[in-house]
């Protein structure tokens, strides 16, 4: 998958990335999921196949950035 950073930031948390996580819903009904490398979330979060899975980057300073939607 090719990843477009928007910010420094988002490049910065994906580079220094520890976990990944795949978040779906708002507010109260949002799910999240950790997994160790990126291609686990993606992996994940195209199981549902509607483009709504959020991807984000976190590092071990607690870092994280939204990196993409699968």
């Given at each position: 998958?090719?990843?477009?950073?928007?910010?420094?930031?988002?490049?910065?948390?994906?580079?220094?990335a520890t976990s990944f996580s795949v978040a779906r819903g708002r507010g109260a009904k949002r799910?999240?999921?950790?997994?160790?490398?990126?291609?686990?979330?993606?992996?994940?979060?195209?199981?549902?196949?509607?483009?709504?899975?959020?991807?984000?980057?976190?590092?071990?300073?607690?870092?994280?950035?939204?990196?993409?939607?699968?």
């Open positions: 998958m090719q990843i477009s950073f928007q910010t420094p930031h988002e490049e910065f948390c994906f580079k220094t799910t999240r999921k950790l997994f160790l490398s990126f291609d686990q979330a993606i992996a994940h979060g195209k199981t549902f196949q509607d483009g709504k899975s959020m991807i984000y980057a976190i590092n071990e300073m607690g870092n994280n950035a939204h990196i993409c939607n699968v």
